[in-house]
T-cell receptor, first 113, second 113 residues
């Protein structure tokens, strides 16, 4: 497995502001992903963070709203831009470490007020 | 359309008894199945997986059963312990990468001491 650290773990943000979430992995991994879990819902994939190129976004998610960086094989950031209360959610960084098993970070719990 | 379904949002079980969590899927191309456990304010933790070439996989107190003809899998926890109280997510994939991984909506298990 991989050890994945995320920060911040929790934050309360003002409407209209942006927040960047950091994800650090203890080993080099090819594939890093960002998920969201809204209250009472399942995990939804936002995008795949590609090292050295632009992230690949899933349907319903766009780069302007969720810019992602992946400067190397152990680190990625997700920015939630121009936040609204609908963005209140847990944001999770994840990696594929063995086979097709995905491992998750502890999550970043954002509340937008 | 939800390709992976967990129809029971919650389950309560007495300590020491068996917990059975169920999951149904619709996509016959799924060939790898996983269970994750999630405590509040933490990221999902990988529990156990099974590939479509097997019908059972066991790891300690956790056993996953796969019935491909019924497109159904289940997670058995024996004996259940209070520390098992968490939300359990079923996931299925058809190929590698998180963009091919689909999660159910979760079942909240409460183990009563």
């Amino acid at each position: 497995s991989a050890v994945i650290s995320q920060k911040p773990s929790r934050d309360i943000c003002q409407r209209g502001t942006s927040l960047t979430i950091q994800c650090q992995v203890d080993s080099q991994v090819t594939m890093m992903f960002w998920y969201r879990q809204q209250p009472g819902q399942s995990l939804t994939l936002i995008a795949t963070a590609n090292q050295g190129s632009e992230a690949t976004y899933e349907s319903g998610f766009v780069i302007d709203k969720f810019p992602i960086s992946r400067p190397n094989l152990t680190f990625s950031t997700l920015t939630v831009s121009n936040m609204s209360p609908e963005d209140s959610s847990i944001y999770l960084c994840s990696v594929v470490a063995s086979g097709n098993t995905i491992y998750f970070g502890e999550g970043s719990w954002l509340t937008v007020v | 359309d939800q390709q992976v379904k967990q129809n029971s949002p919650s389950l309560s079980v007495q300590e020491g008894r068996i917990s059975i969590l169920n999951c149904d899927y619709t996509n016959s191309m799924f060939d790898y199945f996983l269970w994750y456990k999630k405590y509040p304010a933490e990221g999902p933790t990988f529990l156990i997986s099974i590939s479509s070439i097997k019908d059972k996989n066991e790891d300690g107190r956790f056993t996953v059963f796969l019935n491909k003809s019924a497109k159904h899998l289940s997670l058995h926890i024996v004996p259940s312990q209070p520390g098992d109280s968490a939300v359990y997510f079923c996931a299925a994939s058809a190929g590698t990468g998180a963009n091919n991984l689909f999660f159910g909506t979760g079942t909240r298990l409460t183990v009563i001491p």
